[in-house]
């Protein structure tokens, strides 16, 4: 995805066929851009990846809650998974009906509770016994019945990241397979409550399928179990999660992925369903942002036209590219070192080498790390790919810089901003 997304032509950067320099000079910089068609193009390949077996996507809303991106995404048939009141609120406005709208998450206030079981959505999920409570309380103060699915932590390694590996029992996320069917029978003898399915989610960017067929086969034999009671469950929430290309991980094929699912799963009465967040805007997203300055070795060189020093030289001073996006913008690498690939505009020979970092005061403020890059030379624009997913969503207000700008190409190519960049009056509002 990443790499047909890209092109240069006669040296300018393209990206899904829109000039990054004509968006840049347009709407300024840091910038989100986002593709209407690549994010088509994703959730049409996962809903055929499932062929006659059918399996609802819930689109997993904090991975990219901006309102344009959600329109696309209801437009497109999707229901959306959601983990607070803000993002059920984000998901009315752009339009989605209740019954599409299934709510997560390990604490759910009582206001959001209450807020969730009001508007009428598909289902909470239950994460805790103490939970469980508190929403059969809040139901039937309410007069009301509020449907849930329990979700199940299967104790499976899903190989990724720690900080978003969550079905692990270590993980605060979700009840113990042991724990599951004595919760049910809670559920069940609750006035206010009415279980409806079970789910899980295993974790995050998971590149090795064999932990989905793993947590598959556990919550079916749970289901099993759980209908022995005489307590029947519709459906099967198997969560988000599948990996995407950042730079040569083999994402795995969503027919791959659906296969796992389907064979481990069988059941034909189970409804299926799955939450996918960044396997449908991760690679429908990038950042643009523009080289500020060089520092060290290549600042040197540049100035001097000396031949090219490399940092692991250890007499050469490192060389720091420094864009205006920081980590308030892009959190991933600073939070998880994650790997986004950079392209320059103009094209630039490979031939640099150091960390591109931003403007923020913490050494934590970098995108790329003693990495080759191309030789940038300020003014140019440097382009972080993969980041529609946890991109806007993480992006912060630190050192009081206001939120970059976000702008969609629509599928017939017109660029149109979708988010304003803050203003400073942005910054202090409510103060
Ligand atoms: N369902 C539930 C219950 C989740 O908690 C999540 C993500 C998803 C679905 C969607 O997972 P996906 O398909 O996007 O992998 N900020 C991190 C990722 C955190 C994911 C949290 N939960 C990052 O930037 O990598």
């Known amino acids: 995805m990443k790499i047909e997304s890209f092109a240069y032509k006669n040296g300018s950067l393209e990206w899904q066929g829109a000039s990054v320099r004509q968006l840049a000079a347009e709407y300024g910089t840091p910038l989100y851009v986002y593709s209407e068609a690549a994010i088509l193009d994703r959730i049409a390949r996962l809903r055929s990846a499932f062929g006659s077996r059918r399996a609802g996507i819930y689109y997993s809303v904090k991975a990219n809650s901006n309102l344009s991106v959600l329109r696309i995404i209801s437009g497109a048939g999707c229901g959306a998974d959601i983990v607070s009141g803000g993002e059920l609120f984000r998901c009315l406005k752009a339009g989605l009906t209740p019954e599409k709208i299934v709510f997560s998450g390990v604490g759910k206030s009582a206001d959001e509770i209450r807020y969730a079981i009001n508007t009428g959505i598909l289902f909470l999920s239950v994460e805790s016994p103490a939970e469980l409570e508190a929403i059969g309380k809040i139901a039937q103060e309410m007069g009301k019945t509020a449907r849930i699915s329990v979700r199940v932590n299967p104790d499976v390694d899903p190989k990724t990241h720690p900080y978003i590996s969550t079905g692990l029992k270590e993980n605060k996320f ?56 005489g307590i029947n469950l519709h459906h099967l929430d198997v969560g988000g999660g599948l990996g995407i290309s950042y730079l040569d991980e083999k994402a795995p094929a969503p027919e791959e992925y659906a296969r796992q699912i389907i064979d481990s799963v069988g059941l034909p009465d189970l409804e299926l369903m799955f939450d996918p967040g960044r396997s449908i805007v991760g690679n429908s997203g990038i950042l643009v942002s523009r080289l500020l300055y060089l520092k060290g070795a290549e600042a040197a060189r540049d100035a001097k036209g000396a031949s090219i020093q490399r940092a692991d030289d250890a007499n050469s001073p490192k060389t720091f590219y420094i864009c205006d996006a920081g980590m308030n913008d892009l959190l991933r690498p600073s939070l998880y070192d994650a790997y986004h690939h950079v ?89």
Do not use: W
């Open 174 to 229: 979700g009840i113990s397979h042991r724990e599951v069917v004595s919760i049910y029978k809670l559920a069940a003898s609750l006035p206010g409550i009415q279980p409806t399915g079970l789910g899980f989610h295993i974790g995050s960017q998971i590149t090795d399928l064999s932990a989905f067929k793993e947590a598959g086969q556990i919550a079916v034999r749970l289901v099993n179990a759980v209908r022995a009671e």
């Open 343 to 431: 392209y320059s505009d103009p094209e630039r020979p490979l031939s640099g080498f150091g960390d591109l970092v931003g403007p923020v005061c913490e050494s934590g403020d970098f995108f790329a790390k003693d990495r080759a890059m191309p030789a940038f030379k300020a003014g140019d624009l440097a382009v972080l790919a993969s980041a529609g997913a946890y991109g806007f969503t993480m992006a912060s207000n630190y050192n009081s810089r206001p939120r970059p700008a976000e702008v969609l190409i629509r599928s017939d190519g017109r660029a149109e901003i979708v988010r304003k960049r803050e203003s400073f009056e942005d910054l202090i509002r409510g103060e």
